[in-house]
């Protein structure tokens, strides 16, 4: 039986190395909003002999998200694995300047969309599958009004869904990536020494072998 994994913000970043690693063991349904990366990442996955599923969709949008997981239970049943990686990285600010633009966005993305993607997706995870968020704790940090605020928002979420489910299915796990070399890591703290950061391709293998122990 296929394996499935849906990642959602597949597209850059740990999600698309978290595609990549998981061909061809996984079929992957990579949703994002920028279809160069999904195609991208799509040449990746079949050089190594897996294959995808792209969908050029925004988590925001109800709708898309109800007919995309239909469709997926339509055809396949179900899925195995559920990563969870998009993201809105606001700019940082103080919190007294606060933009109204990118508080929204923040919110309809980091917090909103989770109030559709859980129910949506836990019935296709049904009591075998692993949903997986990633936590980055900034919140309460100096300028991290807008990411901070939400990412810990959208975790304590999953920490209620965890909670929900430890002693039955699906599992739901919430890890820890070391800090990236990632765009939005260079946005946030530019002229950094970039070195000691770990690329998405390594975290990418060791969270996953962490989810395996």
Known sequence: MTQIA?????????GFALGEALAPDYHVI???RTVGGLEELD???KAKGGSATLAPLDICDRDAMAHMCRSIHDRWG?????A?????????????HLD???WKKSVSTNIDAMGHLVPFVAPLLGDMGTALFFDDPHGGEKFYGHYGTTK????????????EHERFGPAIRILTPRPMETHTRARFHPGEDRAPLARPAEEAARLLAEIRD
């Open 6 to 14: 849906l990642i959602t913000g597949a597209s850059r970043g740990l």
């Open 30 to 32: 990579a949703v994002a």
């Open 43 to 45: 040449d990746r996955i």
């Open 78 to 82: 179900g899925i195995t694995l559920w």
């Open 84 to 96: 969870h990686t998009a993201i809105h990285a606001a700019p940082l600010t103080p919190a007294a």
């Open 100 to 102: 109204a633009k990118d």
């Open 152 to 163: 810990s928002a959208q975790i304590a979420l999953a920490r209620s869904w965890a909670a």
